[in-house]
């Protein structure tokens, strides 16, 4: 039985493996592909995420600027 199994599959020799510089790009690629997926997991619409995360940091980026120059200018008054 175990000669006719040892003709099927290949001998150590004859399989490939890649060298370490392929093996080191294939695992950041699959970290990267990993990675993404998990940004998107539950999203319907990964751009509108982005542009709000933009937007967000847009507006935070503007208040720090408002209280570096003083604050807003805007009074309230009360009639």
Known sequence: MGIFLSC?????SDVLTPDAETRRR?????????RAEEAARGVKDPEKVKRMQQRAEEMERREQELQK??????????D
Not at 8 to 12: D, G, L, N, V
Not at 26 to 34: G, N, T
């Open 8 to 12: 099927c599959k290949p001998s150590a």
């Open 69 to 78: 120059d003083g604050g807003a200018t805007l009074k309230w008054t009360a």
């Open 26 to 34: 294939q695992q950041v690629e699959a970290a990267e592909k990993r």
